[in-house]
């Protein structure tokens, strides 16, 4: 197993560009989240999947975000008409969900940054 | 709404010296409480975590307890090395909201040999 895989580590593009991010989660993991993380701030929590369902989305999810885990595992979160603002790292994590809503192994990736020019 | 408070940064140690780094929260009930760390280019990683009220979590020399009285979760190690430097991050995961968590906005810590 080699942990939660984000794929580029890097964007570089174009405001009003249209970009797309993959998370690999570790396998077993049925829950799956993605955060962002603007310089010199921690991490904000953006939406959660359980297996293929999406249950919650922050109100930082603006209409120009979609994220997506079809059949449960890897997902992508694209942003669209990209703005300097969504400049930021966005991190994916995922966790083995139990009972009553408690997680066990919460793993971080490392994250894909984002700078829009 | 549930929030974590940490101490600003950076923090300059020279090594072998003693570390805390303060970390207080709102919350409503018992939340879980976590410690982070990130160091340059990478994710985060889980250093510690307390669940439950006077609960110490400890990782590596690092230790925090869980005090439910003033609402803190500090960060502490004895002997800091260089390879300690990192931005540490306090969270907590809310008590009717496992799937969440509310970070800090991190502590940078340069320690110089």
């Known amino acids: 197993d080699t942990g939660v895989s984000q794929d580029p580590r890097h964007k570089i593009t174009k405001r009003g560009q249209n970009v797309t991010f993959r998370c690999d989660p570790i396998?077993?993991?049925?829950?799956l989240y993605w955060y962002r993380q603007t310089l010199g701030q921690g991490p904000e929590f953006l939406t959660y999947?359980?297996?293929?369902?999406?249950?919650?989305k922050s109100r930082l999810l603006s209409d120009r975000f979609s994220a997506e885990r079809p059949k449960g595992s890897f997902s992508t979160l694209e942003i669209q008409r990209t703005e300097q603002g969504d400049s930021a790292m966005y991190l994916c994590a995922s966790s083995l969900g139990g009972a009553e809503g408690t997680n066990y192994g919460y793993t971080f990736g490392s994250g894909t940054r984002l700078t829009v020019v | 709404g549930d929030s974590v408070t940490q101490m600003e940064g950076p923090v300059t140690l020279s090594e072998e010296a003693f570390l805390t780094i303060n970390c207080t929260y709102t919350?409503?009930?018992?939340?879980?409480l976590f410690w982070y760390v990130q160091y340059p280019g990478e994710g985060l990683q889980l250093l510690l975590k307390a669940t439950k009220a006077d609960d110490k979590g400890s990782n590596k020399g690092f230790e925090a307890t869980y005090r439910k009285e003033t609402t803190s979760f500090h960060l502490e190690k004895g002997s800091v090395q260089v390879s300690d430097s990192a931005v540490y991050f306090c969270?907590?995961?809310?008590?009717?909201?496992?799937?969440?968590?509310?970070f800090g906005s991190g502590t940078k810590l340069n320690v110089k040999p």
């Open positions: 396998s077993e993991h049925n829950r």
């Open positions: 969270a907590l995961s809310g008590v009717y909201n496992f799937n969440k968590f509310y």
């Open positions: 999947f359980q297996n293929e369902a999406q249950l919650e």
């Open positions: 919350a409503t009930g018992y939340p879980s």
